[in-house]
């Protein structure tokens, strides 16, 4: 059970450059989430799934889409990448089926640096 | 939006010292979390707690939804609790998550 996994670990961007980045969970979670971390603060939402299919925003989506094509995978996608964006991603899932509880289990996170 | 502060900012505990961390929120909510963010990146889980108290080891925790506050407590410190201290909160009808600026942690030897 390897809960919630995500790739690439670490990436650097050229401005202009673009990315997808993959996040995995085999926990049945019906929810996903995707976050972002800058130095020394706390977590901002940038979008976040609710179901296979369906994608909403958070706090920060400019710059960012999303897809949910399979309910195990969330995918970040950076159209155009700015240094404004270099930050650490953190994944998150939570919500098994039917479950009643909302509690969020993340992944270890990748690390984007802009130049 | 929902408010969410965390204090004290930055604590400093030589090791076997306990503390107290608090989450203060500015409306009510039906999610709460405590994390663990190590000095290697990696967020660990402390606590689902929306209400009441729960103890895991030498951490507990309170949430007094009522008051809108809630407590992390860790007792007989250790150099491997060092890290900052993050509180989520969730409100109802939605789905979202808003993590608190964190309380950053060391404990020294």
């Known amino acids: 059970n390897a809960g919630v996994t995500q790739t690439p670990k670490f990436r650097v961007l050229k401005t202009g450059q673009s990315m997808t980045l993959l996040c995995a969970q085999d926990?049945?979670?019906?929810?996903m989430y995707w976050y972002r971390q800058d130095p020394g603060m706390g977590l901002r939402l940038i979008h976040y799934?609710?179901?296979?299919?369906?994608?909403a925003k958070g706090e920060v989506p400019d710059g960012y889409n999303v897809s949910r094509l399979k309910k195990q995978n969330f995918l970040l996608g950076l159209e155009s990448a700015a240094p404004s964006q270099t930050s650490v991603y953190f994944c998150?899932?939570?919500?098994?089926?039917?479950?009643?509880?909302?509690?969020?289990?993340f992944g270890p996170g990748t690390r984007l640096t802009v130049t | 939006g929902i408010q969410v502060e965390q204090s004290p900012p930055d604590l400093i505990l030589q090791e076997g010292a306990n503390s107290t961390l608090r989450c203060n929120f500015s409306d009510s909510v039906n999610n709460l979390q405590w994390f663990h963010q190590n000095p290697w990146g990696q967020l660990i889980n402390l606590f689902y707690?929306?209400?009441g108290t729960k103890q895991n080891g030498r951490l507990s925790a309170t949430t007094v939804a009522t008051e809108r506050y809630s407590l992390l407590y860790i007792s007989s410190s250790q150099t491997t609790d060092s890290g900052v201290y993050f509180c989520a909160v969730g409100t109802s009808g939605t789905y979202k998550y808003i993590f608190g600026t964190g309380t950053r942690l060391k404990v020294l030897a």
């Open positions: 707690i929306p209400s």
């Open positions: 926990m049945n979670h019906e929810y």
């Open positions: 998150a899932s939570s919500r098994p089926g039917g479950g009643l509880t909302y509690e969020q289990y």
């Open positions: 799934s609710v179901g296979e299919g369906t994608t």
